[in-house]
């Protein structure tokens, strides 16, 4: 079955480490994304990938890195710089990135800085 | 800056009755889309129903509608026949086009959270 998996599922990190999150899709979409939902908030936006080897910043791209070396994979880097990482993270993609088309989401990851 | 506002934090309505969740937004472009979006205990991001602008025609999806007022920059949901698998939160979103230097990506509202009472 076409999708997108993110794992892991639950992760716990030390302060002062990076987590590096996956995000794999199978749908052979252009663009993908990296959004952050906190409590009481909608989901930010924090960096977006059109097209492989490209991509750029969003709303909230302090702290994290991301890198798209293939179309099916764009992991996403929680620094050290990054002060209050924990939060849900949500992972999406699209057949490419304009007009009505639906961006689909993966399950998510819960990471929670120790 | 487009934003997207969600004035109600918390919903409720009894099994097989309809309610209607609020999305006003702000944007002075004329080309845009619209999207709601279901995310329920498990934390799947689900669409529910999506409008292009363009369309004056209010879009519908089996039980869940839209009333979409472009001059009013007003998008809600309808959700007729209320089930208790529609509980969870929904989230309104908006889009550019992406051209013109347009990121095109989804702006969203901070989310209505709907509860069924059986």
Same mark, same amino acid.
């Given at each position: 079955?076409?999708?997108?998996?993110?794992?892991?599922?639950?992760?716990?990190?030390?302060?002062?480490?990076?987590?590096?999150?996956?995000?794999?899709?199978?749908?052979?979409?252009? =663009?993908?994304?990296?959004?952050?939902?906190?409590?009481?908030?909608?989901?930010?936006?924090?960096?977006?990938?059109?097209?492989?080897?490209?991509?750029?910043?969003?709303?909230? =791209?302090?702290?994290?890195?991301?890198?798209?070396?293939?179309?099916?994979?764009?992991? +996403?880097?929680?620094?050290?710089?990054?002060?209050?990482?924990? =939060?849900?993270?949500?992972?999406?993609?699209?057949?490419?990135?304009?007009?009505?088309?639906?961006?689909?989401?993966?399950?998510?990851?819960? +990471?929670?800085? +120790? | 800056?487009?934003?997207?506002? /969600?004035?109600?934090?918390?919903? &409720?309505?009894?099994?097989?009755?309809?309610?209607?969740?609020?999305?006003?937004?702000?944007?002075?472009?004329?080309?845009?889309?619209?999207?709601?979006?279901?995310?329920?205990?498990?934390?799947?991001?689900?669409?529910?129903?999506? /409008?292009?602008?363009?369309?004056?025609?209010?879009?519908?999806?089996?039980?869940?509608?839209?009333?979409? /007022?472009?001059?009013?920059?007003?998008?809600?949901?309808?959700?007729?026949?209320?089930?208790?698998?529609?509980?969870?939160?929904?989230?309104?979103?908006?889009?550019?086009?992406?051209?013109?230097? &347009?990121?095109?990506?989804?702006?969203?509202?901070?989310?209505?959270?709907?509860?069924?009472?059986?």
């Amino acid at each position: 079955d076409g999708g997108i998996t993110q794992s892991p599922k639950y992760l716990f990190r030390k302060e002062g480490q990076n987590v590096t999150l996956s995000c794999e899709q199978n749908l052979n979409h252009d =663009a993908m994304y990296w959004y952050r939902q906190d409590p009481g908030q909608g989901l930010r936006l924090i960096y977006y990938s059109q097209i492989v080897n490209d991509f750029q910043k969003g709303d909230i =791209a302090e702290g994290y890195s991301v890198s798209r070396e293939k179309k099916e994979s764009f992991p +996403l880097t929680v620094t050290s710089a990054q002060k209050n990482p924990t =939060a849900f993270y949500l992972c999406a993609s699209s057949i490419e990135g304009r007009g009505n088309n639906e961006q689909f989401f993966g399950p998510g990851t819960r +990471l929670t800085v +120790l | 800056a487009q934003t997207v506002t /969600q004035s109600q934090p918390e919903m &409720s309505v009894q099994e097989a009755e309809t309610v209607t969740l609020s999305c006003t937004y702000d944007t002075s472009e004329s080309d845009y889309y619209l999207f709601w979006y279901k995310q329920p205990p498990s934390r799947q991001m689900i669409l529910v129903i999506r /409008q292009e602008a363009y369309k004056q025609q209010n879009a519908t999806e089996n039980r869940f509608s839209v009333n979409f /007022q472009k001059a009013a920059k007003s998008f809600s949901l309808k959700i007729s026949d209320s089930q208790l698998g529609d509980a969870a939160m929904y989230f309104c979103a908006y889009r550019l086009p992406n051209y013109g230097g &347009s990121q095109g990506n989804l702006i969203f509202g901070k989310g209505t959270k709907l509860s069924v009472k059986p």
